[in-house]
């Protein structure tokens, strides 16, 4: 799941119960940044033992964000013996990731496969009726009276984080112990900034990518590729382009959420593209009804 929909408030969840039901239980629970940075100073002060120890005789290991083990391949090698220690002890690994675990770029094969052996669930946006619930709850333990459509109007305009969900509800909560009752106009103005940020982030670099690979036909995972094939490489042009057009990110950050290609690649893309649009009638109508398709679906 993406950011602030509440992983590692699972994981904490997951950690508290086990250790409600079994006090004697070792239960770890550490972000794969972390784990790194422990496992570099293990290295550098001669204690890779006792780091050994820490985790694998864990009996519930629970590591968080574990894509940032992409790329760091001493720490990929260390925490791949760490998995299988566990899993021959029978013990349990939960780990969470912002996309599934085939999507994780410059993750080695032999972990991919052994994070596929698990269960795998996405955490999504909460509905309207969830969110207002959850602001219902939070404003309860605020202890301040929040009337009910101050909450409908907040669940409405913000979907994208539970975290950001929260951040809005406190600052209006803030106000009316201030001042007293609030209108609907004077929550819209206080909170008028991450409304727009809101409006902005409907429309992802990730769901564009999504909708031009269905487009055409494409695996998401080829967007951030360096494969080169005509179709693929037209493909992750356009939705360069059209991240470029509907996000108004920089090339700098499409560029990352593209494989780390560079700005001027970006750049490339989206002249290449607009070009293409003014010699290819069929082409410019096709990224047309792209565009309208994302904008629906945002």
């Not at 904490?12 to 070792?26: T, Y």
């Not at 055409?216 to 037209?234: E, H, Q, T, W, Y």
Request: glycine content about 6%.
């Amino acid at each position: 799941g993406g950011s602030g929909l509440g992983k590692t408030h699972l994981m904490h969840a997951i950690g508290a119960e086990v250790r409600s039901k079994k006090p004697r239980a070792k239960v770890v629970y550490i972000t794969s940044e972390e784990f790194t940075n422990q496992f570099i100073a293990a290295l550098q002060t001669h204690s890779i033992a006792k780091f050994r120890k820490r985790f694998r005789q864990a009996d519930v290991l629970l590591i968080d964000d574990v894509h940032f083990l992409a790329g760091k391949e001493r720490s990929q090698e260390e925490f791949f013996h760490t998995f299988n220690t566990l899993l021959d002890s029978h013990k349990q690994i939960v780990l969470s990731s912002d996309r599934p675990p085939a999507e994780i770029k410059d993750l080695e094969n032999r972990l991919v496969t052994r994070f596929e052996w698990g269960h795998t669930t996405e955490i999504t946006r909460p509905d309207e009726e969830t969110r207002v619930a959850i602001l219902q709850r939070r404003a309860e333990s605020l202890e301040v009276e929040v009337p009910r459509y101050l909450l409908e109007f907040i669940a409405a305009g913000i979907c994208s984080s539970v975290r950001r969900l929260q951040g809005a509800l406190i600052r209006v909560a803030s106000w009316i112990s201030l001042h007293g009752p609030m209108s609907i106009e004077q929550a819209e103005e206080i909170l008028r900034d991450m409304l727009q940020q809101e409006a902005r982030n409907g429309m992802s670099i990730d769901l564009i990518q999504r909708g031009v690979a269905a487009n055409f036909d494409i695996r998401l995972a080829d967007m951030v590729s360096r494969k080169r094939p005509a179709g693929i490489a037209l493909a992750r042009q356009i939705a360069m382009y059209l991240a470029r057009e509907l996000t108004g990110e920089s090339y700098q950050e499409i560029g990352q959420a593209f494989g780390g290609r560079d700005h001027g690649t970006v750049m490339h893309a989206c002249r290449t593209t607009e070009k293409r649009m003014a010699d290819d009638n069929a082409l410019k109508h096709r990224i047309a009804a792209i565009k309208t398709q994302l904008e629906r679906g945002a």
